[in-house]
């Protein structure tokens, strides 16, 4: 256990000069990252093989209906667009908030409704999952909107990357709270009107999860998201990050349900956003996260099943 320990801090340490030289990279200009984005994809995909075999699983399995030539094409798009949002979190420690605005646009739509819901003194819930640059995404989120917007996230066990990390997160204005500490940051701020930004496609423990059928196959998703919005009935949008080309995003924030609280079974809500998401992924599958093992767990047995239109729930 000491030893365990002893190793901890050590890494601790060294993420020092390693940090530093990613705030010195920062700095430079997005052609030239984009540069090393490119080569470091070749070796992603040529020489490491990252996580390719997981990545044509996901692949293979979510869409039957492709040649192997038309998988192996997302599967190619899919690196070059891991490593680009790799070198634009990089950017994003240093990045001014004029271009980062610029480089996330959102649509007129999504500002009326924005704007609809801060005049009626409505807070709102946002939805989102690894699509595009979502790191991009939840940063511009202030510059755009009135709402405070807390965002949640995970913890890392580094002490001093997740300082690090925080920082960033927070230099356009957002309140970074870790996920298990939401519900209390939102019953101390239910009189004021703010915006909470979810990320809801990881995977949660089977019994913290809706199953889903998702991408075809059976999908356990986050009870958060439905919990929340039903806890507090607050409207439920969309945050859909598309990218329109490289280091440019549109955010088309879509209105879920206006009524959360309409949704009066299990599941059906949850499956409702991850709808969207599906939707969103089949219109640009490379944008996705398909190196993450979304699939590990398996249906367990005896579940009641609840459907929505061509979406199946298990709770």
Known sequence: MVVNKTKYKIQEI???P???????ISFLPLALLYKFSAVLSWLF??????????VRKNLVISFPEKTIDEIINIEKRFFRNLTDVLVEVIKLKTISSLQLKKRCFYTPESIALLNQYHKEGKSIMIVMAHMGNWEWAGASYPLWNKHQ???AYRPLRNKIYDKYILKMRRRTGNIIIP???????MIK???????????????????NAFWVRFLNQNTPVYKGTEVLSKKFNTPLLWGCVKRVKRGYYHIDLQLVTDNPLSYKEDGMLTALHASYLEMDIKAQPDSWLWSHR???????????VVSIGNITVQS
Request: net charge positive; charged share 25%; glycine share 4%.
């Open 18 to 24: 390693l940090l530093g030289l990613q705030y010195l």
């Open 179 to 185: 996920m298990n500490s939401i519900p209390i940051e």
């Open 149 to 151: 917007i807390i965002t």
């Open 14 to 16: 060294l993420s020092f």
């Open 189 to 207: 701020r239910r009189r004021e009107t703010i915006g909470t930004a979810l990320i809801a496609d990881q995977t949660p423990r089977v019994d």
């Open 45 to 54: 995909y040529y020489v490491f093989h990252y996580r390719r075999q997981i």
């Open 294 to 304: 979304r699939w590990k767990h398996k249906l367990p047995e005896n579940e009641r």
